[in-house]
């Protein structure tokens, strides 16, 4: 794996870990090889970390080391959900949140019950679209660039999105 491609790797990584997964999450981090094959994989949640070490990328649930991926056979990491359906995967059943489609093209749709706010992040952090009164109609996204984005409604449920 090239050094830019880890770095990357571990940005999303970081990132996809703070925004989008809980204890009971159902993520999971897994090894492939050049073919999409998976050499191995590991359940994640908040408490894990990852570290490039000069033996290979290592997985950790706070101090200890669940998983080490070497660097011989390894072309990619990726993230997937256990959870069976999706859907699942992509809402907040505290607040109620989801989406209506995903991956979206032009029209980013989101389904919840008292809606006030909705923030548009991407993968760095920044804010791409904001909207302070905002009572669950579709938010027109296709000035976005292709890419994973995260809508955030009312400050409290985090949902990540794929715009084609």
């Known amino acids: 794996m090239k050094m830019t491609t880890r770095i990357i790797t571990l940005l999303g990584i970081a990132l996809t870990s703070v925004a989008a997964m809980a204890d009971d999450s159902g993520m999971q981090v897994a090894g492939l090889t050049a073919d999409g094959s998976t050499i191995a994989s590991t359940g994640v949640n908040l408490d894990s970390h990852i570290r490039f070490s000069d033996r290979g990328v290592e997985v950790y649930d706070g101090e200890t080391l669940k998983m080490m991926f070497g660097y011989g056979s ?15 995967a992509m809402q907040d059943a505290r607040e109620g949140v989801r989406l209506r489609v995903n991956p979206v093209e032009t029209s980013l749709e989101i389904i ?9 992040t991407d993968l760095q952090g920044r804010t791409r679209a904001e909207f302070s009164d905002w009572h669950g109609e579709p938010v027109d996204v296709s000035s976005l660039p292709a890419g994973l984005y995260f809508a955030t ?5 985090t949902l990540k999105f794929l715009k084609k």
């Open 74 to 88: 390894l072309e990619s990491l990726v993230f997937r959900s256990t959870n069976t359906d999706g859907v699942s």
């Open 112 to 120: 919840c019950d008292a809606a006030q706010s909705l923030r548009v």
């Open 153 to 157: 409604v009312n400050d409290s449920a």
